[in-house]
C-alpha cells in the first residue's frame, strides 16, 4: 500500500498506518483494510477491531459537503438537536451517515467555537450561524445546485 | 527601546486571534530590522489572550486583548509606555513558577534559547552521576506524579532502575483527556525542551534505552512542538551517552480517553485496542512488547530538570509533609481569570479560587477538582490545604490538575450527570460495572434531572456507586461514579428538591423551568419576540411553555430584565 510503505511492518505501527490511510483518502473503506491487513500480515478482523475502537476513525466515506452540526453547551441549550432533525428530514441520513450520491455527510461535533452564533453548523469548515429552518435548508439548497452545475 | 516583541501562540492564544496579531505585527513591522518578532507559548493568563509583550532595555511590557489594528500597533511602539496589563499582585503574590518559568517566555521551538536559559545543564550533571545517586535525588526531592495518582515518583524509577533488562521503556503519559484540563498541552507547546530534558534524565537513571511521548491527536500544536524539539536533540546529540544513542518518538493517540490509562497506553501503542489489563505484573516487570515499562506524566517530567538544577533538599522545603513541589491548575469554569496557575502545594482551595481566580465570594458553590474522575469540594471546605491527602479525605483527588469553579447559578445534579455521560460514553467496556453500571447511573440522573425521579432512584445510585468502583479493573471506570457520590455527600438537598418538589434550585435543569416574562416590567420593545428561534412569545407577551426549548435568548435580549426562569408552574403568580 502506497501511503503507508515508509512504516516499518510492526504491529506498533498499526494505529499509525490507520492515520495515515485516514488522512489520505478521508476514511477507511473494506478496501483499506483488507490492504493494512496485508501489509502487517494480520488478519482483517484484528485491523477491524483496533479501527472502531478508536473514536478518531471513520468507517464511510465523507460526502464533497461535510457538514458538522455543532453540539457544544450554547448550540445544545439553542435547540442543536432540532437543527440536526432538520438536516436528518431534509438529506435523509442520519449521524455520520453520507447521502447515496456522495453530496452530503454529516457528524455532531463537541464545539466550533463560535457560541455566539448558536446554533451553528458547519460545511467544509466555512460557519453558517443563527439558523433557522428556513435559513439551513436554503443554505443546503444553495450547496445541491452547486453540485449539480 | 523594543529588543523583540513576543506574541502568546499556545493552542489558547491562537484560537482568541493571536494569529491575525502575528500576521499583523509581522506584515506591519517587516521593515524594522531592529525588531523581532517572536511566536512563544503560554504563561498561564489565558483571560488576557491574544497577550503580546514587548522587551525593551529597561524590561517587559504586557498588553492584553490586543486586536489587529493601528491603535494597538501605535500603542506596541511607543517608547513610554506602560502594560495595558495589570498583573494582579492577588496572583503574583501567591504563585510559584517553577515549573511553568520559562513557558511563554522563550521560542518553544528554540534550542539555543532553552539553553541560555540554563536548559540542559540539569542533563549535563546528571550524566556525571550514578543511576543510584539520580533515583535517590529525586526520592529527596519528594516528588509525586502528577497525573493524578500521586506515586512517588523516585520509588517508581527505582523498580524500573532494579531490573536487569537489554531493552527497557519509557514512556511520557500526554493523553491529557479531562475536559477542562490543558496543563500538559501547555507545558509541551511552550517547553518541549523541558519535557524532555526530564525524560532523558529518567532514562539515565533507569537505564532506559527507547522512549515514547504518547500524545493526543487532538493537540496537533504539542506534537509539531515536540517533533521539532526531539530533532533538534538528535541533530545536536544531546540523547547520546557514551557513543550510545536513545531514542525518542512522539507516537499519536486516536481518541480515546481511557488510553490515559496505563496498561491501556501500552496496548495502544502496541497497536492494539485500548484495553486496559489486571495488575500485576506491574508494567515495571512487563511493559511495551513484555519490556520492563516506566510512565510518567508531561508535568511530573517537566519537574525533574528543576530537581536537579536545585537539588532534591532545596526542591522539598516547599510545600507541605507529603507533598512537595508545586502543582499546575487550569483554571476554568464561573471565575473572572480564567487560565493556567503554578501554585505551591499546601495553599488553600480558597486562595486559588478567590483570589487568584477572582471568583466572588458566596457566588461559588463548589469546584470540580480532578476532570470526571474527580470529586466535588464544596466552598464550605475552602480552606483545605491542597495536597495529595487532605484532598482525598474530602474525596476528592488531586487529579491530573483540572479545576472548574461551579457558581451558585449551576445545578450540581446536572454537572455530575454532564461528567457521567462523559465516563459512559469513554467505557472501554471490558468490565461489566463500568460498561453498564455508568450506563444505568447516567440513566437515573436523567430521570433526576428531568423531574422522574424517585427517592429510589437516590437510594440506587448511593449503592451503585460503590459497586461499579469495586468491581473496575482501571482507573476509569474506579473513579467514574465519584462526581455522582461527591455531590451527594455535599448537594443532598439538590437530588432531594429534584425528586420531591419537582423542583431544581438552580433553575439550569430545563425540564423543571418555565419562562416568564413579567408585563408589569415589560416596556413591549418587541425584541423578544424578534430574537426567539421558535416563536414561543405572543404579540401580547405571553410565553408559551409548550413551544419554548429554554434557550435564554429572550432573558439576554431583554432590556429591563423583565424576563426570568421560574420553578415550572410557577408562571401564574
Known sequence: MEVIKSLEKDRSNLIKAIQMVQEEYGYISDKSIENISEYFGIPTVEVEGVLSFYAQFKRTAPGEYKIAVCDGTACHIKGSSRVKNWLVEDLGIDDGETTEDGLFSMETVACLGCCSLAPVVSINGKVYGKLDREKLLKIIDDYRNRGEN | ?573
Open chain 2, 1 to 573: 527601546m523594543i529588543e523583540r516583541i513576543k506574541v502568546g501562540m499556545a493552542s489558547c492564544g491562537i484560537a482568541a486571534g493571536a494569529d491575525e496579531v502575528k500576521d499583523f505585527l509581522d506584515q506591519k513591522l517587516k521593515d524594522r530590522e531592529d525588531i523581532e518578532i517572536l511566536e512563544v507559548g503560554c504563561i498561564g493568563h489565558c483571560y488576557a489572550e491574544p497577550l503580546v509583550e514587548v522587551e525593551t532595555e529597561s524590561g517587559s511590557v504586557f498588553f492584553e486583548n490586543v486586536e489587529p489594528t493601528e491603535e494597538y500597533l501605535d500603542k506596541i511602539l511607543e517608547i513610554d509606555k506602560e502594560s495595558t496589563m495589570s498583573f494582579r499582585d492577588e496572583r503574583t503574590g501567591r504563585e510559584h513558577l517553577k515549573v511553568t518559568k520559562l513557558a511563554g517566555r522563550i521560542d518553544p521551538v528554540s534550542l539555543q534559547e532553552y539553553i541560555e536559559n540554563g536548559g540542559y545543564e540539569s542533563l549535563k550533571k546528571v550524566a556525571k552521576m550514578s543511576p543510584d545517586k539520580i533515583v535517590e535525588e529525586v526520592k529527596t526531592s519528594g516528588l509525586r506524579g502528577r497525573g493524578g495518582g500521586g506515586f512517588p515518583t523516585g520509588l517508581k524509577w527505582s523498580f524500573l532502575a532494579s531490573k536487569e533488562a537489554d531493552k527497557k521503556i519509557l514512556i511520557c503519559n500526554a493523553d491529557e483527556g479531562d475536559p477542562g484540563a490543558f496543563m500538559d498541552r501547555s507545558m509541551m507547546e511552550s517547553v518541549p525542551h523541558q519535557v524532555i530534558e526530564g525524560m532523558l534524565i529518567a532514562a539515565l537513571a533507569t537505564g532506559s534505552n527507547e522512549l515514547f511521548i504518547y500524545a493526543r491527536a487532538e493537540y496537533p500544536l504539542a506534537v509539531k512542538n515536540m517533533n521539532i524539539a526531539i530533532e533538534q536533540v538528535y541533530d545536536s546529540d544531546i540523547n547520546v551517552f557514551d557513543g550510545e544513542t536513545i531514542d525518542v518518538t512522539v507516537k499519536e493517540g486516536a481518541g480515546a480517553f481511557v488510553c490515559g490509562e496505563e496498561t491501556a497506553m501500552i496496548h495502544s501503542l502496541e497497536g492494539n485496542r485500548g484495553n486496559p489489563r489486571y495488575r500485576p505484573p506491574y508494567p515495571t516487570d512487563e511493559g511495551y512488547k513484555g519490556h520492563p515499562t516506566l510512565i510518567n506524566n508531561v508535568e511530573t517530567f517537566a519537574n525533574v530538570p528543576i530537581i536537579f538544577e536545585e537539588g532534591g533538599e532545596k526542591y522539598a522545603e516547599l510545600g507541605t509533609e507529603n507533598s512537595k513541589g508545586t502543582k499546575l491548575f487550569a483554571l476554568a469554569g464561573d471565575l473572572k481569570y480564567a487560565g493556567l496557575v503554578e501554585v505551591p502545594m499546601g495553599l488553600t482551595i480558597g486562595e486559588v479560587v478567590y483570589d487568584m481566580g477572582g471568583a466572588e465570594r458566596g457566588e461559588v458553590k463548589a469546584v470540580q477538582i480532578g476532570g470526571p474522575s474527580g470529586g466535588c469540594i464544596p466552598a464550605k471546605h475552602f480552606d483545605v490545604p491542597i495536597d495529595y491527602d487532605s484532598l482525598e479525605s474530602l474525596g476528592a483527588i488531586m487529579g491530573s490538575g483540572g479545576l472548574i469553579v461551579i457558581g451558585s447559578g449551576r445545578c450540581m445534579v446536572e454537572t455530575a450527570r454532564y461528567f457521567l455521560e462523559f465516563t459512559t460514553k469513554e467505557s472501554c467496556g471490558k468490565c461489566t460495572f463500568c460498561r453498564i453500571g455508568t450506563k444505568r447511573m447516567l440513566e437515573t440522573l436523567e430521570r433526576i434531572t428531568s423531574g422522574e425521579g424517585t427517592l429510589e432512584d437516590i437510594d440506587f445510585l448511593e449503592d451503585l456507586g460503590p459497586k461499579v468502583i469495586d468491581a473496575s479493573l482501571c482507573g476509569l471506570g474506579q473513579t467514574a461514579p465519584n462526581p455522582v457520590l461527591s455531590t451527594l455527600r455535599y448537594f443532598k438537598d439538590e437530588y432531594l428538591a429534584h425528586v420531591e418538589d419537582k423542583h431544581c434550585p438552580a433553575l439550569q435543569c430545563n425540564d423543571l423551568v418555565d419562562i416568564y416574562l413579567d408585563q408589569e416590567i415589560c416596556i413591549e420593545c418587541g425584541q423578544c419576540i424578534k430574537n426567539c428561534p421558535v416563536d414561543a412569545i405572543s404579540d401580547d407577551f405571553v410565553v408559551d411553555n409548550e413551544t419554548c426549548t429554554r434557550c435564554n435568548t429572550c432573558i439576554e435580549v431583554c432590556p429591563v430584565d423583565a424576563i426570568s426562569r421560574v420553578k415550572r408552574g410557577d408562571t401564574n403568580e
